[in-house]
């Protein structure tokens, strides 16, 4: 269970954004998420919820964009996804193939700004 | 007047503070010409063991040295101390994993360029300590016989992060009716190609396959 680390660290990122942009409010926060990544997607939810009480990101929205594995295979020559992580094998002719071209991200893509009213 | 929301593009990785981390250590530890093997496995897969015999082993003709994370206790490090080598032990607390900073101070006031080899081995965990890397050269995930031969299937992460797969236990592998072929087809399913070497730290079978590995993989011979 390392969600809750991890979340801290996405709301700590976003913090320093939110102090580069000057006033502004983050409404939420888009993360790209890698089903190799090693982070359960749930379990991160929660802790970002309990993680941004007492913040300026308090209120705001984890959005997750689950990426799927997507691997090289060396017989086609071509990226393809594969639906399990239990079988790194090239779902058209059937190679295994251990080189990984999406599916370890962890990522903040993008910020979404309510921009604030003029006091 | 509502506020209108728009998209700020940031395309930043969550653990880009551990991965810098990491690359500094990488590279401190190429300078320094030490060869830093990390180990993970889940608890009493026999990390401790493997490693107290693995460094007794290299000690009388190499300089080693092991890093050791636990949640709590020094009880790995007083085991490993045996082996006469320079043990640190890294309390987490309560973090189920090892991350870079902690191996960076950990190594605080450490002269690198009097070792050879770093071993660093991990909180017993076979789910989180795959997101963090430590800086090391090569990764082993270690295997009991005794978990059984669907753990790569189960955590399919932590195997497919690893370099080389090591069978732990192997002396009890009969009594536990071992299918070493579903074990090695899991492992391959889940990381295609990976090395696999079967060891007991009990009777000593495998380790010198293993030494001999390790020594041609980072050119020091035995």
Not at chain 1, 88 to 114: D, H, M, N, S
Not at chain 2, 65 to 76: H, I, K, Q, R, S
Not at chain 2, 118 to 147: H, K, M, Q, W
Not at chain 2, 196 to 222: F, I, M, N
């Amino acid at each position: 269970m390392h969600e809750l680390s991890i979340a801290l660290s996405i709301i700590e990122m976003a913090e320093e954004e939110i102090a580069r942009q000057g006033n502004v409010q983050v409404t939420a926060i888009h993360l790209k998420l890698g089903r190799l990544s090693g982070v359960a997607r749930e379990a991160l939810l929660s802790s970002f919820e309990m993680a941004c009480e007492g913040t300026v990101l308090q209120g705001s929205r984890l959005v997750i964009e689950d990426l799927p594995i997507i691997v090289y295979c060396p017989k086609c020559d071509a990226q393809r996804p594969i639906n399990s992580v239990e079988w790194f094998l090239c779902p058209v002719c059937r190679t295994a193939t251990p080189q990984i071209v999406q599916g370890k991200e962890l990522q903040v893509a993008a910020l979404e700004i309510a921009e604030a009213l003029p006091a | 007047m509502t506020p209108v929301p728009r998209l700020l593009e940031v395309r930043q990785n969550v653990l880009k503070h551990n991965d810098v981390v990491a690359r500094a250590l990488r590279e401190r530890f190429r300078d320094a010409g030490v060869f830093v093997i990390s180990l993970v496995s889940s608890p009493g897969s026999g990390k401790t063991a493997f490693l107290e015999k693995t460094l007794t082993l290299l000690q009388p003709r190499f300089r080693v040295a092991a890093l050791v994370g636990d949640l709590a206790t020094e009880n790995d490090a007083v085991r490993l101390r045996r082996s006469q080598a320079r043990v640190e032990q890294i309390v987490t607390g309560t973090v189920c994993h090892l991350d870079a900073t902690m191996v960076e101070k950990a190594l605080e006031g450490w002269d690198l360029h009097a070792l050879d080899f770093l071993f660093i081995e991990n909180v017993g965990n076979l789910v989180c300590p795959a997101s963090y890397d430590l800086g090391e050269a090569l990764r082993l995930v270690l295997l009991s016989v005794t978990e059984g031969e669907d753990k790569p299937l189960k955590y399919p992460t932590i195997f497919n992060g690893a370099d080389i797969a090591i069978i732990t236990k192997t002396d009890l592998a009969a009594a536990v009716e071992f299918d070493w072929v579903a074990a090695n087809d899991n492992i391959q399913a889940v990381r295609p190609g990976m090395q696999v070497l079967s060891v007991s730290a009990k009777k000593g079978e495998g380790l010198h396959d293993w030494l001999r590995y390790l020594s041609t993989l980072c050119d020091r011979p035995l």
